[in-house]
């Protein structure tokens, strides 16, 4: 059974630092392309960032370009998101999720997802 | 970035009810759209990808059709259990959008 969960949440100064880990079971982390999402309170879906299967590339939200650092550790089969310089508006519920890429029918989707950690930047 | 635009925001359906949400794209996206299902307090659920596609488990009564620009999902009779917040999300290109949610709620 896949799962994936997330920990590493919690109560941050502004221009702080966290590290949330994706901890991923029942398949091979290295083998697909694994998103960070957020969710501000009472808001929307955002994506943040991406890296591909197979490769370090790496993309990130401009919202998070140059703060936020995602990694894999295929050893532990598990993802991170190293977030410097932490804001107010970084406040949300963070979800790793699982990308399925199928390239003959043109399908790119998040099939996954954890359950969600909550990073709460304040003073 | 492709901005994707859902309508309406939220509404008002009774059991039983045919249900239509709308998603926009603001470039052609061909069928890179999935649709999502999320719950108070729970992760994201996929229902739909590649823009009519159903996710293994999800019941028949959700579809989805378009490409280009213009999606729709549709719940042809809705279910107690389908109260819930749908997001659209283009997976065309980075950054990966989604639209801005419709909540549907208990008339």
């Known amino acids: 059974e896949v799962q994936l969960v997330e920990s590493g949440g919690g109560l941050v100064q502004p221009g702080g630092s966290l590290r949330l880990s994706c901890a991923a079971s029942?398949?091979?982390?290295?083998?697909?392309?694994m998103n960070w999402v957020r969710q501000a309170p009472g808001k929307g879906l955002e994506w943040v960032s991406y890296?591909?299967?197979?490769?370090?590339?790496?993309y990130y939200a401009d919202s998070v370009k140059g703060r936020f650092t995602i990694s894999r550790d295929n050893a532990k089969n598990s993802l991170s998101l190293q977030m410097n310089s932490l804001r107010a508006e970084d406040t949300a519920v963070y979800y790793c999720?699982?990308?399925?890429?199928?390239?003959?029918?043109?399908?790119?989707?998040?099939?996954?997802w954890g359950q969600g950690t909550l990073v709460t930047v304040s003073t | 970035d492709i901005q994707m635009t859902q309508s309406p925001s939220s509404l008002s359906a009774s059991v039983g009810d045919r249900v239509t949400i709308t998603c926009r794209a603001s470039?052609?996206?061909?069928?890179?759209l999935n649709w999502y299902q999320q719950k108070p307090g729970e992760a994201p659920k996929l229902l739909i990808y590649t823009a009519s596609t159903l996710q293994s488990g999800v019941p028949s009564r959700f579809s989805g059709s378009g490409s280009g620009t213009d999606f729709t999902l549709t719940i042809s009779t809705l279910q107690p259990e389908d109260f819930a917040t749908y997001y659209c999300q283009q997976s065309y290109s980075t950054p990966l959008t989604f639209g801005g949610g419709t909540k549907v709620e208990i008339k």
């Open positions: 890296i591909r299967s197979g490769s370090n590339t790496v």
């Open positions: 999720a699982r990308a399925n890429f199928i390239a003959a029918s043109a399908s790119y989707y998040f099939d996954y």
């Open positions: 029942g398949f091979t982390l290295s083998t697909y392309s």
């Open positions: 470039q052609s996206i061909t069928t890179y």
